[in-house]
């Protein structure tokens, strides 16, 4: 099943003439992970996210994480990424600018990230499930 933009999120691309610089990608895990490594960085704006796997994903892949100053994203990624209150459109700009135009910023991002995703292996989650159900 593929899904494309809305009619209002086309309008909206289209009043703010931002039609031309975006792009639907279809496919499976591989052209994601794809994306992922050839990605300057993933720009996670989210308000809500419930554990927030392509932050995980990504760094996983190396790719530095820009994202939103949320409890559940501090959670997981800790150090691991730059931050910006996603409530304030100015601060993700300056981010943006100060993290994509240094090579030395992206870098040490990517080192972070590999750091927080050692603790979120599959075999540690398996361990882990396993123990929650030997306790039961």
Same mark, same amino acid.
Do not use: H, R
């Given at each position: 099943m593929e899904i494309f933009f809305s009619k209002d999120e086309l309008v909206n691309f289209e009043k703010n003439n931002l039609k031309f610089n975006l792009f639907h990608v279809v496919g499976g895990d591989d052209i994601l992970k794809k994306l992922y490594i050839e990605a300057t960085a993933l720009v996670f704006p989210s308000l809500y *996210?419930?554990?927030?796997?392509? +932050? $995980? @994903?990504?760094?996983h892949v190396g790719c530095p994480v820009i994202a939103s100053n949320t409890k559940v994203t501090k959670e997981i990624c800790r150090q691991g990424v730059k931050y910006f209150d996603p409530n304030s459109c100015e601060e993700l700009k300056v981010v +943006? *600018? @100060?993290? +994509?135009? =240094?090579?030395?910023?992206? @870098?040490? +991002?990517? &080192? &972070?990230?590999?750091? $927080?995703? *050692?603790?979120? &292996?599959? =075999?540690?989650?398996?361990? *882990?499930?396993?123990? $929650?159900?030997? =306790?039961?």
């Open positions: *996210e419930g554990f927030g796997l392509p +932050l $995980v @994903e990504s760094m +943006l *600018e @100060e993290t +994509l135009y =240094s090579k030395s910023k992206l @870098e040490n +991002l990517k &080192k &972070k990230g590999f750091q $927080v995703v *050692e603790e979120f &292996k599959w =075999s540690i989650c398996a361990d *882990e499930t396993i123990k $929650v159900y030997k =306790s039961i």
